[in-house]
């Protein structure tokens, strides 16, 4: 069900984003943010995010940086000393909270 949620974000992303002309309001872009929510979440937690940030995308509210924040990490227990490659930095907030950045990649 993930897959296929992540497909569609995809797909819109690809092919129908086109037409509106980057009108969101926040960044990362609301597609973007569901794919975060959707990599550091369940699936319906994500989901009712994304449809909490979908809402909130109008005239009414004055946009900015949202990035998500999720309640606790799930570290991995392996430990792996090759090279790795970060995909998101989790900066601690308050109550155990982390806010979701993605990384950059200057060079590929």
């Known amino acids: 069900m993930r897959a296929f949620f992540k497909y569609l974000i995809r797909f819109y ?13 926040y960044y ?31 005239q009414l509210f004055d946009g900015g940086f949202d990035y998500p924040v999720i309640n606790k990490l799930r570290f991995n227990q392996n430990i792996n000393y090759k090279k790795i490659r970060i995909i998101y930095w989790y900066v601690p ?11 950059r990649e200057w060079k590929k």
């Open 28 to 58: 990362p872009t609301c597609s973007q943010y569901a794919l975060w929510q959707l990599d550091n979440n369940g699936f319906f937690k994500a989901f009712y995010f994304t449809i909490i940030r979908i809402l909130k995308c109008n």
């Open 93 to 103: 907030l308050k109550n155990g909270k982390y806010l979701v950045v993605k990384n």
């Open 13 to 25: 992303q690809k092919y129908l984003s086109v037409i509106s002309f980057g009108s969101c309001r």
